[in-house]
């Protein structure tokens, strides 16, 4: 709770945590304050214009070159998919839910309880994106975890998350969400035991978010020694280990604007209706992926959150429809508007490309039974959120075969009867 955070999206950073670090003047002098080693990160080509050109340079006690080299690492589990094809995966337009899925009993950390839902694309074409969940009990060991995939977006929805990363620390609650960019090295620690949660990733943004709400971490260094200390690097959705003999958070000061950041979900201000109808959903996005096509998001992370309903003459829950982007729901804590029963926080539940869904039959009935004297309305203790993508998902094997999986999820539109006259 005592950590200090920088504000702000988008922004470019500063942070000493010795003062002096920083280089006066320019980023690459012939000798660094303190005999550290400049390095940069880049997470844009340098071709891009600069406005849109994201690196940082960080000053750190040892190079992050300094390793071994790589050699594949065995999963435990062989359920981290980043090509999307029909070798691997399947394409299934019916409505999938599942319940939440258990805690493992064996020591298991947040790589190893890792494991991908659906996606679509490939990583090396740098085009697409994947949703995986994730269980564990145990803190990350002398490892560390740097995705060459893509960028991680994380919602913990059981127990904390501890974050340390090369530009500083994070602390994660379920309610919040972390952003750890391509390329950045990080230890995901657990300070309440077992912690499950939801984790998308782009291979490759704002909505109603302020962006002083925003927080990236302060510099922090740790410099003794840490024999047999292992890399654990995803590439192309394989896993791979080096190991050096010193902690890869070494970096003393850093400045830039490509850094790991966090957000609170219960800053977001919702936007509603004052009338009648209701907005598309997308009225609710924090965060955006965008395409080369304008206003088509390769993925956009929508929120549901407490908020007031009082539109008159309307039917006020999400209204049943068929859409052109797929969407991937979770539930973080309290129950969904739209779903009186069967979804629970820790459950999820994907609607595909043009898949019909909507309120279930019971939601539906007791809308209706309020009729037009319904006043306002606040929807309170919930926060659900959704995935939203153009890109057809392909779901993995493991989760349609998966005891998880709510196969009476259908039934809960079957009650739906003509109300026709």
């Given at each position: 709770?005592?950590?200090?955070?920088?504000?702000?999206?988008?922004?470019?950073?500063?942070?000493?945590?010795?003062?002096?670090?920083?280089?006066?003047?320019?980023?690459?002098?012939?000798?660094?304050?303190?005999?550290?080693?400049?390095?940069?990160?880049?997470?844009?080509?340098?071709?891009?214009?600069?406005?849109?050109?994201?690196?940082?340079?960080?000053?750190?006690?040892?190079?992050?070159?300094?390793?071994?080299?790589?050699?594949?690492?065995?999963?435990?589990?062989?359920?981290?998919?980043?090509?999307?094809?029909?070798?691997?995966?399947?394409?299934?337009?019916?409505?999938?839910?599942?319940?939440?899925?258990?805690?493992?009993?064996?020591?298991?950390?947040?790589?190893?309880?890792?494991?991908?839902?659906?996606?679509?694309?490939?990583?090396?074409?740098?085009?697409?994106?994947?949703?995986?969940?994730?269980?564990?009990?145990?803190?990350?060991?002398?490892?560390?975890?740097?995705?060459?995939?893509?960028?991680?977006?994380?919602?913990?929805?059981?127990?904390?998350?501890?974050?340390?990363?090369?530009?500083?620390?994070?602390?994660?609650?379920?309610?919040?969400?972390?952003v750890l960019p391509q390329g950045f090295r990080f230890v995901v620690d657990l300070p309440d035991g077992p912690s499950r949660g939801y984790?998308?990733?782009?291979?490759?943004?704002?909505?109603?978010?302020?962006?002083?709400?925003?927080?990236?971490?302060?510099?922090?260094?740790?410099?003794?020694?840490?024999?047999?200390?292992?890399?654990?690097?995803?590439?192309?959705?394989?896993?791979?280990?080096?190991?050096?003999?010193?902690?890869?958070?070494?970096?003393?000061?850093?400045?830039?604007?490509?850094?790991?950041?966090?957000?609170?979900?219960?800053?977001?201000?919702?936007?509603?209706?004052?009338?009648?109808?209701?907005?598309?959903?997308?009225?609710?996005?924090?965060?955006?992926?965008?395409?080369?096509?304008?206003?088509?998001?390769?993925?956009?992370?929508?929120?549901?959150?407490?908020?007031?309903?009082?539109?008159?003459?309307?039917?006020?829950?999400?209204?049943?429809?068929?859409?052109?982007?797929?969407?991937?729901?979770?539930?973080?804590?309290?129950?969904?508007?739209?779903?009186?029963?069967?979804?629970?926080?820790?459950?999820?539940?994907?609607?595909?490309?043009?898949?019909?869904?909507?309120?279930?039959?019971?939601?539906?009935?007791?809308?209706?039974?309020?009729?037009?004297?319904?006043?306002?309305?606040?929807?309170?203790?919930?926060?659900?959120?959704?995935?939203?993508?153009?890109?057809?998902?392909?779901?993995?094997?493991?989760?349609?075969?998966?005891?998880?999986?709510?196969?009476?999820?259908?039934?809960?539109?079957?009650?739906?009867?003509?109300?026709?006259?």
């Open positions: 709770e005592d950590l200090e955070y920088q504000s702000g999206f988008g922004n470019h950073f500063s942070s000493e945590a010795i003062a002096g670090a920083l280089p006066r003047g320019q980023n690459s002098p012939l000798i660094c304050p303190f005999g550290l080693y400049a390095e940069q990160i880049s997470g844009t080509s340098f071709t891009s214009p600069r406005k849109l050109n994201q690196r940082s340079w960080l000053y750190r006690i040892k190079p992050s070159v300094t390793h071994e080299p790589f050699w594949p690492r065995d999963s435990s589990h062989k359920k981290l998919v980043s090509e999307f094809d029909g070798s691997n995966t399947v394409a299934n337009p019916t409505q999938l839910r599942w319940k939440p899925v258990d805690i493992p009993d064996t020591p298991t950390d947040f790589i190893d309880g890792l494991f991908t839902i659906c996606g679509a694309g490939s990583s090396f074409l740098r085009h697409g994106y994947a949703i995986h969940m994730y269980t564990a009990n145990k803190s990350m060991d002398n490892c560390a975890f740097c995705n060459a995939d893509g960028d991680f977006l994380v919602v913990p929805q059981q127990g904390r998350l501890w974050i340390t990363t090369e530009c500083g620390r994070l602390q994660v609650s379920p309610g919040e969400i972390a984790v998308a990733e782009v291979f490759g943004a704002n909505g109603l978010a302020a962006s002083r709400d925003f927080l990236a971490p302060t510099a922090w260094f740790e410099e003794h020694p840490r024999p047999g200390f292992t890399i654990v690097q995803k590439f192309g959705g394989e896993l791979f280990n080096a190991r050096q003999d010193f902690s890869p958070f070494n970096v003393v000061a850093w400045h830039g604007n490509y850094v790991p950041y966090k957000y609170d979900l219960s800053k977001f201000c919702p936007y509603n209706t004052v009338l009648v109808d209701h907005g598309d959903p997308s009225i609710n996005t924090v965060l955006t992926a965008p395409t080369d096509k304008p206003g088509v998001a390769l993925l956009d992370f929508v929120i549901f959150p407490s908020r007031w309903l009082v539109a008159e003459h309307t039917f006020r829950p999400p209204y049943y429809h068929r859409n052109c982007m797929s969407e991937f729901m979770g539930l973080i804590y309290g129950g969904y508007e739209a779903k009186a029963d069967g979804f629970l926080p820790g459950g999820a539940s994907l609607h595909s490309c043009m898949t019909p869904h909507g309120p279930d039959t019971k939601t539906y009935e007791a809308t209706i039974a309020r009729g037009y004297e319904a006043g306002p309305h606040k929807i309170t203790d919930t926060m659900a959120f959704m995935f939203e993508s153009f890109l057809m998902p392909r779901t993995c094997p493991w989760v349609l075969e998966s005891p998880f999986r709510d196969h009476d999820y259908y039934q809960c539109w079957v009650g739906l009867k003509s109300h026709f006259s």
